[in-house]
């Protein structure tokens, strides 16, 4: 048997501005993380997980994309029966890169299982395939967030920027319950570019902007006050280009009235998941504890960047969870 493991996503701002060549902050969601394991069979691949088991073949459209991926694998590395049992934490869908968690799992396991390596920019390349399968015209963002493991400053067709946060910040992130539509979302928003444009462009601009203002303050001494009022900012325009939802809305309005210091959707919208900044960890305590009883699926506490506590903060990035 063999193991792989990825871990999802979470896009802190420049959501769907990215598609259209505006900056985006990704940061790993290592609250959420996806394990493969690849074990030898008699006949047939097969695949067992949450969303789908049974023979490779019979695979469902929605995971064409991951299929794709493990004939070309398979096919390079030698045509063997195998399960591929993919094991996962991530919710399926809530805007936390799942399918490209997902994917990038099942290949290191594929690869571990074969004894073979594989680079990070190979990895990407078959990710991103699989992903442009799932999802129609992806930025990439996901991708690149889940295969380098690392905070990212990320703009389309631009060479990737990792960041480094000063310091430690504690964000609530929680969950509708509801699948996100992130291929309509995506598709809508470019309906309304076209018929549009002097109206929707700015937004998309603004949400650069946006983006912009919050890395300047991650990699300085954050305003964690500005940081939230660019957060809600955020979260106004996105509902502008309609991909907000009443589910999201409800959980942003609950972390902002227990003192959360802004609150946006996070992924494609519509469904899916929110993340709000908190000033510290008995906040974020009080906000996730709101969140859960207004009808949260889930809600995850975690910290992006250093604490005071830890040394030499400039040469190097920590990522913790809490
Ligand atoms: O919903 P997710 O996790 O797939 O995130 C999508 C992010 C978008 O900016 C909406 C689309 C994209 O391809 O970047």
Redesign the pocket.
């Known amino acids: 048997m063999a193991t792989g493991s990825a871990t999802a996503k979470l ?1 802190l701002c420049g ?2 501005a ?2 259209y060549g505006e900056p985006a902050i990704s940061v790993p969601f290592t609250q959420a993380v996806i394990q493969t394991e690849v074990i030898q069979t008699e006949k047939e691949i097969k695949f067992s997980s949450a969303f789908y088991t049974g023979g490779l073949k019979n695979m469902p459209d929605f995971l064409e994309g991951i299929k794709q991926m493990v004939v070309s694998i398979l096919t390079k590395l030698g045509d063997a029966p195998v399960l591929i049992r993919v094991l996962s934490e991530v919710p399926i869908g809530r ?3 799942s399918s490209a968690a997902v994917s990038t799992s099942i290949a290191r396991a594929l690869y571990a299982y074969f004894g073979k390596t594989i680079s990070d920019d190979e990895l990407l390349e078959l990710v991103n395939r699989s992903e442009k399968i799932a ?1 129609g015209n ?2 990439g ?2 991708a690149v967030t889940v295969v380098t493991g690392k905070p990212i400053w990320f703009e389309k067709n631009k060479t990737l920027e990792p960041l480094h946060f000063k310091k430690k910040i504690y964000l609530v992130v929680a969950d509708t319950g509801i699948p ?1 539509e ?1 291929r309509s ?2 598709s809508d928003v470019g309906r309304l570019l076209k018929e549009n444009p002097n109206k929707y462009r700015p937004l998309i601009t603004e949400l650069g902007n946006i983006s912009r203002e919050i890395r300047t303050q991650l990699e300085t001494n954050p305003d964690l006050k500005l940081i939230g009022a660019e957060m809600n900012k955020a979260q106004n325009l996105l509902e502008q280009l309609t991909v907000s939802d009443t589910s999201l809305e409800k959980l942003i309005r609950v972390a902002l009235e227990n003192g959360a210091l802004g609150a946006k959707l996070t ?2 919208g519509r469904g ?1 998941c929110m993340v709000s900044l908190v000033a510290n960890a008995s906040q974020a305590e009080k906000v996730a504890e709101a969140l859960q009883i207004t009808g949260a699926a889930e809600a995850w506490i975690f910290t992006i960047g250093e604490g005071n506590h830890e040394s030499n903060s400039d040469s190097s990035h920590e990522y913790s969870t809490h």
């Open positions: 896009i959501e769907h990215v598609v805007g936390l890169g999802h992806p930025s963002v996901d996100s992130t979302a995506v992924g494609g899916g």
